[in-house]
């Protein structure tokens, strides 16, 4: 299997408090990508970082990533009790074309306590 | 705003039936994805579908078809539905210019008794 990984399964933290969520993976990607799912819903884009990018930041988050060492990283900073939910790192395989599939993670579940 | 639809939330059929999810797209979008979530699993693509009437197979097709006759449009078939497709059906789609960004569906609930 491709799937990447992320780690820890699970976080918990008070609000206010910065979380960090890590991904590994296993293959040369074109792009990586992190997700949010809040409980029993569809997934949302949260922030998509290229291969030769190694850092972007969007509102509250920061992404990092390493291809040397296949890995990435999702902090959320200032965190608050919306952002509890699952969230999921997502690369590409196989064809470096646009209707690649992604392979998603098993997601880090990230609980803000208030 | 994408929007990506699912024709039910929940769904409970018994075992045997033969089980439609339908998804709809509004943004055009070539390519299509049907996953299943379970727990401690994450997310494994069932099929996935870059043009009308084109499919081809993910991760786990055994047990599913699929049906592309309009652009915006993929449905997830189950033949012949079991327990073990109780699960999370989640539907995605994306543009071929827009780096693999998905744009999920709120996902069918199915559980078939």
């Known amino acids: 299997s491709q799937q990447g990984e992320e780690d820890p399964q699970a976080l918990s933290i008070q609000e206010g408090e910065n979380a960090t969520m890590n991904c590994s993976y296993k293959?040369?990607?074109?792009?990586l990508q992190w997700y949010r799912q809040n409980s029993g819903r569809g997934l949302v884009h949260l922030i998509l970082?290229?291969?030769?990018?190694r850092e972007k930041h969007s509102g509250r988050l920061r992404v990092t990533l390493d291809t040397s060492k296949k890995s990435s990283s999702l902090l959320i900073t200032a965190s608050r009790a919306a952002d509890t939910a699952s969230y999921f790192c997502?690369?590409?395989?196989?064809?470096?074309?646009?209707?690649?599939?992604?392979?998603f993670g098993k997601g880090t579940r990230l609980s803000v306590i208030a | 705003d994408v929007k990506v639809t699912q024709s039910s939330r929940y769904l409970v059929k018994r075992t045997g039936e033969k089980v439609f999810l339908e998804c709809v797209q509004d943004?055009?979008?070539?390519?299509m994805f049907w996953y299943r979530q379970d727990p401690g699993l994450g997310l494994r693509l069932i099929y996935f579908?870059?043009?009308?009437?084109?499919?081809e197979k993910g991760d786990i097709p055994e047990g599913y078809s699929v049906s592309r006759e309009k652009k915006e449009r993929f449905s997830l078939i189950l033949e012949s539905a079991s327990t073990n497709q109780t699960s999370m059906y989640l539907c995605?789609?994306?543009?071929?210019?827009?780096?693999?960004?998905?744009?999920f569906g709120p996902g069918t609930r199915l559980t078939v008794t």
């Open positions: 995605a789609s994306s543009a071929v210019r827009s780096s693999y960004e998905q744009y």
């Open positions: 293959t040369s990607i074109n792009n």
């Open positions: 970082i290229r291969s030769n990018e």
């Open positions: 997502a690369t590409a395989y196989g064809r470096n074309s646009g209707n690649t599939p992604l392979v």
């Open positions: 943004m055009d979008h070539e390519n």
């Open positions: 579908s870059y043009d009308v009437k084109m499919k």
